[in-house]
């Protein structure tokens, strides 16, 4: 809960965040995809050794960027706290040594470019690096980010369902006073009652998949499977979301404010 | 005759003597000297009690009139006063933590589609741009999500650019 709380606040944050990216001012991690665009007419018309440059520039900087994905990933895995010796534990160990894997694999990456003198020599190791990052470095974020979402699931359907019991204390509340009825927000209710019921349950399977799928399982996907479970369970909680704020104007309404 | 002229005369002199009674004269002082601080008239107590009545009557009315007015919008601005306090569906709250939840979870579905169904960092690169065409948020940064994208984009660039 406190995670979601702390994601609430960094939200608040990542406006301002969010206005400065759009006015060109380039954040640690996010990067304008603008800075990408390299014409073939550009890139042709510059000497050998300009291209040697900007590949190597290039390449460094796609290094620094994984580097920095990697670090945050492990971020994002050290806020998750589970009781000692649980399979929780074992999963975030694991993904955080894979991580470990990753940031040598990089770093040495970064040290055998420094080396390099020739352009196809930059072109080889940037094939390298990315056969790395489609065979090994993505299955294995594909599984970290996976991780790290089920319990962000838990954590915002947690926040979700006291915001529908506070709602349904206050329309208890107003019914009680007779200023409303609460027959006449019963039905949005139940809905997001539902609606909850069945992000709970999509979460729930997310979860016994991934903690006790190995990576071989993990491999084979099942139907439907994690990702997808997780993916419609936060479908879910937005569309409970818009029920809240439809409530919220109906009671309003009611209320004559 | 001449003495029945004497007598008329004697009487009349005698007559000049006469004096009112004394309680009479006493009476009539005492009415006299109360009539100046005698209170109004019959009627005219009647239309004073009416009078400050009806100005009773209107200032009252003005006033309860103030007071409806007065009372009225200051109930229909402040009704919220009057209610207990809801938590639930406060709207600052609601709204702040809706969007935040909302961006949040944004966010998330994209980074889970980024690596969905494709393996390859160009097949990526192309679902995302096209993910975010169609959802028509070109200009949005997504953050993590777009730091992968960067990264593919960059290493194709270096293999197939230069």
Do not use: C
């Amino acid at each position: 809960m406190n995670r979601l709380k702390k994601v609430i606040f960094a939200v608040g944050i990542a406006a301002p965040l969010m206005g400065a990216l759009l006015l060109g001012i380039e954040p640690v991690l996010a990067v304008g995809p603008s800075s990408t665009i390299v014409s073939a007419e550009t890139s042709a018309s510059l000497a050998p050794e300009e291209k040697l440059s900007k590949a190597k520039e290039d390449l460094t900087k796609a290094l620094d960027l994984s580097l920095k994905k990697v670090d945050s990933l492990r971020s994002r895995l050290d806020e998750l706290n589970f009781p000692e010796l649980s399979r929780e534990e074992e999963l975030k160990n694991e993904a955080l040594s894979n991580l470990d894997a990753y940031t040598d694999y990089y770093g040495k990456a970064k040290e055998d470019l420094e080396k390099k003198n020739s352009l196809e020599e930059v072109k080889n190791l940037a094939k390298d690096v990315k056969e790395h990052r489609d065979t090994i470095y993505t299955p294995g974020v594909e599984e970290i980010v996976r991780f790290v979402l089920v319990f962000y699931n838990e954590d915002v359907l947690g926040t979700a369902n006291d915001r529908l019991s506070k709602i349904e204390t206050d329309v208890k509340k107003l019914d009680k006073l007779g200023v409303i009825k609460e027959a006449n927000f019963r039905g949005k209710l139940d809905d997001a009652d539902k609606l909850l019921q069945k992000a709970a349950t999509l979460q729930g399977g997310a979860k016994e998949i991934i903690l006790s799928a190995t990576s071989t399982d993990l491999m084979k996907e099942r139907k439907p499977s994690a990702k997808e479970m997780i993916e419609n369970s936060l479908n879910n909680i937005k569309s409970v979301y818009t029920i809240f704020l439809e409530l919220n104007q109906a009671v309003k309404k009611a209320l004559g404010l | 005759m001449r003495r029945n002229d004497e007598n008329i005369i004697k009487q009349l002199q005698e007559l000049r003597r006469i004096e009112p009674d004394i309680g009479y004269v006493r009476d009539s002082r005492r009415l006299v000297l109360a009539s100046r601080n005698a209170p109004l008239s019959r009627q005219g107590i009647f239309a004073g009690i009416t009078q400050s009545l009806n100005f009773a009557f209107e200032t009252a009315l003005v006033a309860a009139l103030f007071l409806v007015v007065i009372l009225g919008g200051v109930f229909g601005l402040s009704k919220s006063f009057f209610l207990p306090a809801l938590q639930g569906i406060d709207e600052k709250a609601l709204v702040t933590e809706a969007d935040a939840i909302n961006y949040d979870i944004h966010l998330k579905l994209d980074e889970i589609a980024y690596f969905g169904n494709h393996k390859t960092s160009t097949e990526r690169v192309v679902a995302l741009d096209a993910r975010r065409i169609e959802s028509g948020r070109e200009g949005l940064p997504l953050t993590e999500t777009l730091t992968d994208q960067e990264i593919d984009k960059l290493l194709n660039r270096v293999i197939n650019g230069y």
